[in-house]
């Protein structure tokens, strides 16, 4: 049985850091990308940040360029979002979700491309 489950949310202030962590079982990472989501109330679900099955490749929104850091932990079979500099229009539930299995790189913000998905972690940036 494939399971993500994310962690790590919480209420931070503008400005603040966040690291969310994916855990995943059931599956490898080696053959799913791991995409992070969220949505936030009244609008649609958006793609934040993914990386690829095998070389570990990074995609990013332009919006959290350069603030947040996708990584992986092939061992542990957890995807991180470490969240820098978190403005208030970063509020919103969290998900990830694996698309796969893959025999290339995959990166894409499409969601109806994965098949498994977390229930999602709540991210409030508020002063």
């Known amino acids: 049985q494939v399971q993500l489950v994310e962690s790590g949310g919480g209420l931070v202030q503008p400005g603040g850091s966040l690291r969310l962590s994916c855990a995943v079982s059931?599956?490898?990472?080696?053959?799913?990308?791991i995409g992070w989501f969220r949505q936030a109330p009244g609008k649609e679900r958006e793609g934040v940040s993914c990386?690829?099955?095998?070389?570990?490749?990074?995609y990013y929104v332009d919006s959290v360029k350069g603030r947040f850091t996708i990584s992986r932990d092939t061992a542990k079979n957890t995807v991180y979002l470490q969240m820098n500099g978190l403005k208030v229009e970063d509020t919103g539930i969290y998900y990830c979700?694996?698309?796969?299995?893959?025999?290339?790189?995959?990166?894409?913000?499409?969601?109806?491309?994965?098949?498994?998905w977390g229930q999602g972690t709540q991210v409030t940036v508020s002063s």
């Open positions: 979700a694996a698309d796969g299995p893959l025999i290339a790189d995959v990166t894409t913000f499409d969601p109806s491309r994965y098949d498994y």
């Open positions: 059931g599956i490898t990472l080696d053959y799913y990308t």
């Open positions: 990386i690829s099955s095998a070389e570990g490749l990074k």
